[in-house]
Structure formats: C-alpha cells, structure tokens
C-alpha cells in the first residue's frame, strides 16, 4: 500500500524560497509518476510539476523557470524546490503518486498525499 508524507511548507515572503518534499513509502516506487499540485480556497485543484520515471519533468506555464521537481530513487523522495514566490503561489500543495501506463501488472491506483501549506505574503 503506498502513502505519501508530504512536508516542508511554511511562510514567506515574496521572492522568498521553499523546498518541499515527498516521501514515499511502499513498493514500486520506479513505476509511479509523482506529481505537485496546489489548491487555494475557492479554486479547483491544479498541476503545478510532475516527474515521470524516466525521469522527465514537467512545469506548468505559471512556475516554470521557478520551480525545480526532482526524485531521489533511494530515498523515495520527490522535491519541490520553489524560488521567486509569488502570492499566487499560496496554497496547499499535495503529491500524488500514480503507476504509469506501462506497469500493467500493478493493480494499485494514484495516492494523494494530505498536503502542506504554503503562505506567500506580498
């Protein structure tokens, strides 16, 4: 059964930076795409970063250039490493952990994390 912890949230100021993390326990950790998603109050969920397995990585339009995701196999770690931060920014953050499409003999689905909250003051 995977979990995701995540951690590292806080408050600070604009331009300020943050580095949160992702931690995975359970098996299987090279099959699943781990990504970060931000949610403020009254806005729907969204994608912030992803890291597939290869790994490749990919940013949405609003923080690429100011965000760094990376994994650490050993660790079972994935990293968010957020720079220039913007109020916009603010949110609760959650990872997710889903098996990409390759692995068809897993039977397990994506996992949420229970999020950590970042407080970007202008």
């Known amino acids: 059964q995977v979990q995701l912890v995540e951690s590292g949230g806080g408050s600070v100021q604009a331009g300020g930076s943050l580095r949160l993390a992702c931690v995975f326990s359970?098996?299987?950790?090279?099959?699943?795409?781990v990504s970060w998603y931000r949610q403020s109050p009254g806005k729907a969920r969204e994608l912030v970063a992803s890291i597939t397995s290869v790994p490749r990585a990919n940013y949405s339009e609003s923080v690429k250039g100011r965000f760094t995701i990376g994994r650490d196999h050993p660790t079972k770690t994935v990293s968010l490493r957020m720079t220039s931060l913007k109020p916009e920014d603010s949110g609760t953050y959650y990872c997710?952990?889903?098996?990409?499409?390759?692995?068809?003999?897993?039977?397990?689905?994506?996992?949420w994390g229970q999020g950590t909250q970042v407080t970007v003051s202008s």
């Open positions: 359970g098996n299987f950790f090279s099959i699943f795409t």
């Open positions: 997710k952990a889903e098996p990409e499409e390759w692995a068809t003999w897993y039977n397990g689905g994506a996992t």
